[in-house]
């Protein structure tokens, strides 16, 4: 499984909003290297759902539940979108500040490329993040407790 981060603006769509929804596509994404991430991204993958602007900070889990297809809010070039389903909230919400003070992220994307709007997370940093909104340590998946 990998990991990565998802950026809105809140205004646009939010947590809430996801939460509603259950599974919703991400469109929208009109950077070539967000892009690629997005076409990385497979059935499984975990994403931390964050508000950018207002807030600025990590809220939620989402699961990728469907792999890159053309977005549908693209006019023209080769844009593409997946599914995300809501899997759940952060109990705390993790503030970019307290990643910016925490050592553990001196080279995480988000810090160090502030515009992009998908990123990858590592393991360790998907961990940090977690153990900092007190959710519960994520047990291995079967696949992986098998190995």
């Known amino acids: 499984m990998n990991y990565w981060l998802v950026k809105t603006e809140p205004g646009a769509f939010s947590w809430d909003e996801q939460v509603a929804h259950g599974v919703e596509p991400w469109t929208g994404v009109r950077n070539h290297?967000?892009?690629?991430?997005?076409?990385?991204?497979?059935?499984?993958?975990?994403?931390?759902?964050?508000?950018s602007g207002?807030?600025?900070?990590?809220?939620?889990?989402?699961?990728?539940?469907?792999?890159?297809?053309?977005?549908?809010?693209?006019?023209s070039g080769?844009?593409?979108?997946?599914?995300?389903?809501?899997?759940?909230?952060?109990?705390?919400?993790?503030?970019?500040?307290?990643?910016?003070?925490?050592?553990?992220?001196k080279?995480?994307?988000?810090?160090?490329?502030?515009?992009?709007?998908?990123?990858p997370v590592s393991k360790a940093q998907w961990q940090r993040i977690l153990e900092l909104a007190n959710y519960p340590p994520e047990a291995p998946s079967s696949a992986s407790a098998a190995s």
């Open 33 to 51: 290297t967000a892009k690629n991430y997005l076409k990385a991204m497979r059935l499984g993958d975990r994403a931390f759902f964050y508000h």
């Open 54 to 75: 207002e807030g600025r900070e990590i809220v939620g889990i989402v699961e990728v539940v469907r792999e890159a297809y053309p977005d549908p809010t693209a006019e």
């Open 107 to 119: 080279d995480f994307l988000l810090v160090r490329q502030p515009r992009l709007s998908v990123l």
């Open 78 to 105: 080769d844009w593409v979108a997946v599914d995300v389903k809501t899997i759940a909230p952060l109990p705390r919400p993790v503030s970019l500040a307290m990643i910016k003070k925490d050592p553990a992220f």
